[in-house]
C-alpha cells in the first residue's frame, strides 16, 4: 500500500522557519518525482515546490524562491520542504505527493496535473501569524 506521512507543521512567527517531512512507506520514493503543494483557506490548491524523478531537477513558484528548499534522502525514503523567512501568505495545508509520470520539475507543478501524482499526503497546517 502507498502511503505518504506528513509531519512538522505548526504555528510560527512571521519571518520564522519550519521544515515538513514526507515519509514514504510502501514503496521507493527514488523512484518518483516529489510535489509539495499547498491550500489556504478558500483558495485553489497551488504546486509550491517540486523535484523531477530523473535528474533531481528542482522548481519553485515565485513567491517561495530562495526562501524554500525542496530535498530528498533517498537511503531513509523521505521527502523535505525547508520552509523560511515565512510570512502570513504561506499559511495554508501542506501536502506532499510522490508521481511516477516524467515531467519537468516545473510541469510536476503545474494546475490541473493532480491527478498524474500516484500518492497524497494528509496534508499538514502550516499557520503563520503572530
Known amino acids: 500500500q502507498l502511503q505518504l506521512v506528513e509531519s512538522g507543521g505548526g504555528l510560527v512567527q512571521p519571518g520564522g522557519s519550519l521544515t515538513l517531512s514526507c515519509a514514504a512507506s510502501?514503496?521507493?520514493?527514488?523512484?518518483?518525482?516529489i510535489g509539495w503543494y499547498r491550500q489556504a483557506p478558500g483558495k485553489e490548491r497551488e504546486g509550491v515546490s517540486c523535484m523531477t524523478k530523473i535528474g533531481g531537477n528542482t522548481y519553485y513558484r515565485n513567491s517561495v524562491k530562495g526562501r524554500f528548499t525542496i530535498s530528498r534522502d533517498n537511503p531513509n525514503n523521505m521527502a523535505y520542504l525547508q520552509m523560511t523567512n515565512l510570512t502570513p501568505e504561506d499559511t495554508g495545508i501542506y501536502f506532499c505527493?510522490?508521481?511516477?509520470?516524467?515531467?519537468?520539475?516545473?510541469?510536476?507543478?503545474?494546475?490541473?496535473?493532480?491527478?498524474?501524482?500516484?500518492?497524497w499526503g494528509q496534508g499538514t497546517q502550516v499557520t503563520v501569524s503572530s
Open positions: 505527493a510522490a508521481g511516477s509520470t516524467i515531467l519537468t520539475a516545473k510541469g510536476m507543478c503545474a494546475k490541473g496535473i493532480s491527478a498524474l501524482y500516484d500518492v
Open positions: 510502501g514503496f521507493t520514493l527514488d523512484n518518483y518525482a
